[in-house]
């Protein structure tokens, strides 16, 4: 059960940290544990007398809690305004939805970044490895906190919809439905070889300091915005590029020098710069590795319908975008087609965007229909009033 002692701030709509002690550690797939861990978490709307309306949302690699209005006191807006908020389809007025930080993430969560009570120092490089895995059984200790029971929904994009299938492969019991968006079972090689590269550049920014950075006073903030800028680049698609940017240049003529000649330079220079000031690079190495040790089927005698054969009864929802490169369709449609051997009711539909990998971030008029239709169909059979 929920004790005062272990929630900051509690009431709905507002901000929070759990703390998890010594009595509740979190046990990693890497082998080691978290003996006291923080979830920083953010509620929005209330929870009926049921226990039967919550949602919960798993944000994408370089985002955090904040998935709505209001946000906390200094954060960006929220990253999700198309589809969480009122009147949408994951609507407040409707809906408990809850959203945490990630373990290993640097937005209150515990993290490299964070104290580590045996040494009093950041954790650094000493902070253990972590997978998806890890990331949702912090989950499910939140939620059991909050006195949740069944979710009514997990949703979530990316990394967060890696998020989502793993809840549904290691905790199928507790969910009703679930949206998986523009994701995919296991990560590719290609998407290794990406993340690799921004590993590389961080550590090798002199400022890293083999990952201690922290106790010089120092960031390595050249190598990180660099690593975002070449993510950036992943997220887009190259028509999208061309239609925003094309070969428009900064300035009149070219500076026959390596100023940022094109637009196109620019803004991801910005994209660079402003990362830096909001996230954590040992956060990034850690994120992005547990992303690629990510593979659902490992292990599996029957493959991902093996995986997934014990949410047989979850109601899914899966969706890609055309101009996805990240994370194209094909996966998508491995993830269904494991889903339909596995019994589970799937609804799946690919969107026609030339906006890449970041489509399931804005406002798509489809996405929106379809997560509000299939929320308010799974809702009905679930007993919510719409």
Known sequence: MTRAADILTTAPGDEGVMIFGPEAPLLLDGGGRIESLALAYRTYGALNAARSNAILICHPLTLDQNVAEPVAAGARRAWWPSLVGPGRPIDPERHFIICSNIVGGCMGSTGPGSIDPASGRPYGLSFPVITIGDMVRAQALLVDRLGIETLFAVVGGSMGGMQVLEWAASFPARLFSAVCLASAARHSAQNIALHEVGRQAIMADPDWRGGDYALHGVRPEKGLAVARMAAHITYLSE??????????????????????????????????????????????????????YFDLAAGHPGGLAGALSGARHVRFCVASFTSDWLYPTSESREIVRALNLAGAPTSFLEIDTDRGHDAFLLDEPVLTAALAGFLDSAGRVRGLQA
Not at 254 to 279: I, N
């Open 239 to 292: 028509s999208a590029l061309t239609r925003k940017f094309g070969r428009e240049l900064q300035r009149d003529g070219l500076s026959w020098g390596f100023d940022a000649d094109f637009q196109v330079e620019s803004y991801l220079r910005h994209q660079g710069a402003s990362f830096v000031d909001r996230f954590d690079a040992n956060s990034y190495l850690y994120i992005t590795r547990a992303m690629d």
